[in-house]
């Protein structure tokens, strides 16, 4: 059994579409595109490296898929290498092959396949970006771990890590440090079920109860 892992750039407000260009993902009007670039300090390059070196395998979406084919075959040193030869695992409907070295389609229901993924031996699976196809990870429960760089960027609008249809989830914090430009890499583990509880007086006072029962309406 192999961990999922997604990672991802993301506002402080839970965006993640197009972190590292305008031409990434405009889809929705969405016009910040590289919201994550002027942050991108030499310590967060050096977090970035350093977090490639451990072997992976991929899980993409298309659009992802399609942004990381377009660059890391042209590109060079350790990063690009290990990219380059990474199992790719690409989730689309609409492809009907896949170019980059070591890439493979999804056929059927991905939440099906990736569980299947996730039941073989190897290396640990990560997804990088993807809003789209994370939803559906989430979704399903399949995510493991998320390894956060959030930048202190308040977006407003776009596609967000956790969306309209996350599941409620406790997460628990294994471990969170700062850039000089003020991201914030952070990672959790999936925990199970929200603690929750309550504040409140054992037994209500008058003005409680009467503000309950205007709730109530």
């Known amino acids: 059994m192999r961990s999922l892992v997604a990672r991802v750039h993301v506002t402080l407000d839970g965006v993640m579409q197009a972190p590292g260009g305008p031409e990434e993902d405009p889809t929705g009007g969405f016009d910040l595109g590289g919201w994550a670039v002027g942050y991108f300090d030499d310590e967060l390059h050096r977090h970035v490296e350093a977090a490639m070196e451990e072997p992976f395998d991929l899980v993409l979406g298309r659009r992802t898929y399609e942004i990381l084919a377009a660059h890391w075959p042209y590109d060079t040193g350790p990063v690009a290498d290990r990219m380059n030869a990474a199992a790719k695992h690409v989730a689309s409907r609409t492809l009907d092959r896949v170019d980059w070295a070591n890439s493979h389609l999804i056929r059927g229901d991905v939440a099906t396949a990736v569980a299947a993924l996730k039941a073989q031996d190897g290396p640990e699976l990560q997804v990088h970006g993807c809003a789209d196809l994370l939803q559906t990870l989430i979704g399903a429960g399949l995510v493991d771990e998320y390894r956060l760089l959030i ?48 504040f409140a007086f054992e037994e209500p006072t008058e003005e409680e109860r009467r503000r309950r029962a205007a709730l109530e309406g």
């Open 151 to 198: 930048a202190p960027v308040v977006a407003g609008s776009g596609k967000r890590l956790f969306g309209a249809g996350a599941r409620p989830a406790g997460v628990r914090l294994l471990g969170a440090a700062t850039t000089p430009s003020g991201v914030i890499l952070a990672s959790y583990a999936a925990d199970g079920d929200i603690r929750r509880g309550s």
